[in-house]
């Protein structure tokens, strides 16, 4: 079973300061997403990626699949990106028949103050 | 607005009582997962239906089972319900078959209160 940890659990910032939340995670994968969820309780799929790195906006997501390492960085923080980050990966190792039910971090609760 | 619904939104019950949760997958996603959130057990994989059969199970109690029908909407089922049950529902769906993994779409999810 993988087994998926997250630092840091809580993170508050100042507007305008750059952000990085670290997943690290136990056994390979074919895919690792990162999830934000509002406090609404909505959860939203940021990035899905298997290799190298991913841009949208001011999102970037980077996995290192050798060392199990992942890492989400927002740029030019701003009080609206303050929620939960969640790091997720497939419960079982991808056999390519399609059974994919994630395992789920514990979460990074951020918070951007103005 | 993900393309995923669910119903009911909130949903209130006692001890020992049965309930359905109702999921429609977006238009053309032929997998559903569902995952149950709670404050001491946080995100947890319950089951995954894939265009009408059962998938992958995960955390799932034997008190809960959950279905798929042939218009591809899901059902989970509750039932004997305890107040450790009380929780965010969450659906999920995705298109299956890509190479490497699946981008899975949440639901809004259903809060379910055991009293």
Redesign the interface.
């Known amino acids: 079973k993988n087994e998926v940890e997250q630092s840091p659990q809580n993170l508050t910032a100042q507007e305008g300061e750059f952000i990085t939340i670290n997943c690290s995670y136990s056994v390979g ?3 690792l ?1 990162w ?1 934000q969820q509002h406090p609404g ?5 940021l990035f ?1 990626l ?1 290799s190298g790195k991913k841009k949208h906006g001011r999102l970037i997501a980077t996995i290192n699949i050798q060392e199990k390492h992942s890492s989400l960085h927002i740029t030019a923080s701003h009080p609206r990106d303050s929620a939960v980050y ?1 790091c ?1 990966v ?3 190792m ?1 056999s ?9 971090g ?2 990074t609760h951020l918070i951007i103050q103005p | 607005d993900s393309g995923v619904t669910q119903t009911p939104k909130h949903l209130i019950t006692a001890t020992g009582q049965r309930v359905t949760l109702r999921c429609s997958p977006r238009s053309g996603d032929l997998s559903v997962y569902w995952y149950q959130q709670s404050l001491d057990q946080g995100l947890q994989f319950l089951i995954q239906y894939y265009n009408g059969e059962e998938r992958a199970k995960g955390n799932i109690l034997e008190r809960f089972s959950a279905q798929q029908f042939p218009d591809l909407h899901s059902e989970l089922n509750l039932s004997s319900l305890e107040l450790g049950d009380s929780a965010l529902y969450f659906c999920a769906s995705s298109v299956l078959g890509l190479a490497g993994g699946n981008e899975q779409f949440f639901g809004p999810g259903t809060r379910l209160t055991v009293l």
């Open positions: 994968i074919s895919a997403h999830l309780g909505g959860i939203v799929s899905m298997s969640i997720a497939p419960t079982e991808y390519g028949g399609g059974a994919d039910g994630l395992t789920f514990k979460g």
